[in-house]
């Protein structure tokens, strides 16, 4: 057999109608998991600031367009203060912290089903557990929706 | 005089018989046919160096089997099709192809249970030889890998007899693991096997438990085998997708299999604590 | 790869410590956005609301946790996702180094983060 026909895995994802729910589980469960990882190193990054707040570091900011200041017009606030209350101030940040409260709690439901797995508790609904934890973490980010976006509009 | 029948009688029963078997013929003659489209893919031939689809009207019967289609398909169409089988009562693992999107035993699967047209090609994941027959060297390397036989080497024989005992309890323990045909649809279904082509792969994982899970291997030989399961590319590369056990012609539980091999081997590395 | 003798072969330490921090996480995780979205508002952060926290040594001390556990289970969970995709030989060790450096940089940079949010640092 001198020749042979290598279909690799690329025809693998144009078949995703046909996919079960524990590999739909595990696709997604990797897509949060690098999500969440990212959203980590970024999130040390932006906490970072706090060292420059520790040491005095100040900014000048607009008082109204920081949720996270009182008072009006220019004030002098850390450094810390004023970048966290910037990105909160943003639609756009606000909107993407429903995605990763989506993202984190799919990955904490998901997991908790694959520890039960692990464990050998409910091998035979382990589908349905996985469209348990899908319709959970919808239900979750809907409920969460109103006090993630309080004060935006 | 009992038993003889009038002519009357003779005819009638004729008329009778023939008139069940009308129907039946009428629809084989009248074009109940399924249709099945077929992978086909050879490079020692013109033309079918790309792999292409062939479509097959084949006169349909009930209880048909996907088996029987493909090979009806090859007597009277295209004899050159070309596809692994022999049992036909799936025993021998031979025909595992990848049918309407699912791998499945060609000689298990019946027509009448899936939707037209029916799509027939090789097992996903191995590299394909011709048509529908895949290169299942790799599988047999993995299944090689994990020792497939039984060592009884350290296993002290009982008495004179020399006939080593095994309870009822540790047979239905094993029961389902000993059912595999070797047919390859769990590995093919695997995304790990896939991606990964040193992981050791379900079907030889569950054959390493059927004989690390029976009574009549010594510690030692349990040991031994799990210290091969628990390479980096044993047991610990199993995520849990439960494709396989979806697929398995034989409903083996094999994902459950992976799981306590794996749950083995972390209570015996604790123990050394 | 070596062949050295461990009570924990590879494969096996990762797998448990993976499900054990997870176990740990599930809890930590909910608990810190809880915390940090619904008692208080993300958007009503501020430094001095942040060392006001950390200065708790029973939260400081679960913090650091948190990121120890998360760093782990996140970088580990990473590799084993690529080794499940194929990777292997040289591109593997590299990956491997790579990923516990970056690990280990994200810890000592959280931790000297958060001692300086509790004030002191």
Redesign the interface.
Known sequence: ???????G?I??FG?W??F????W??IFH?FT??M??GY??TH?AV??T??G???GEEVTVSAEAL???DGTGEVS??I??AT??GL??LVIV?VL?IGL?AV?VFH?LN??R??M??L?IG?EA??KSFYASLILTGVITVA?VP??L??VF | MKGVQSPQERRLEKKDAKAKEEPARKAQLEGETVHIKVFRYDPEVEGKQEPRFDDFHVPFEKGMTVLDAVIYARDEYDSSLTFRHSCRQAVCGSDAFFINGRQRLACKTQISDLEQPIRIEPLPHQEVVKDLVVDMSHFYDQMHAVEPYFQDEDTPPVSDLEEQRQSRENREKIKMSTRCIWCGACMSSCNIAAGDNEYLGPAAINKAYRFAMDDRESEEIKEHRLRILEQEHGVWRCQTQFSCTEVCPKDIPLTEHIQELKREAVKKNLKFW | MSERYSTFTPGGTGWLLQRITAAFLVVVLAFHFFQLHFVNHAADVTFAGTQARMENVGYFLTMVLFLIAGAFHGLNGVYNALVNQGLKGTPKKIVFWVLVIAGVALIVQGTYVALAMAGWS
């Open positions: 057999m001198s020749q042979s026909y290598n279909r895995l025809e693998d078949r109608k046909e079960s729910a524990g590999m589980a595990w990797k998991g690098w969440l990882i980590l190193f040390i906490l970072s706090a060292i707040a520790a040491q949720p996270n200041v606030v850390d810390y203060t966290l209350g909160e101030g606000r912290e409260l984190a904490i997991g908790l694959l520890l797995i692990d050998g091998l382990q589908d969460s006090t993630f309080a004060g």
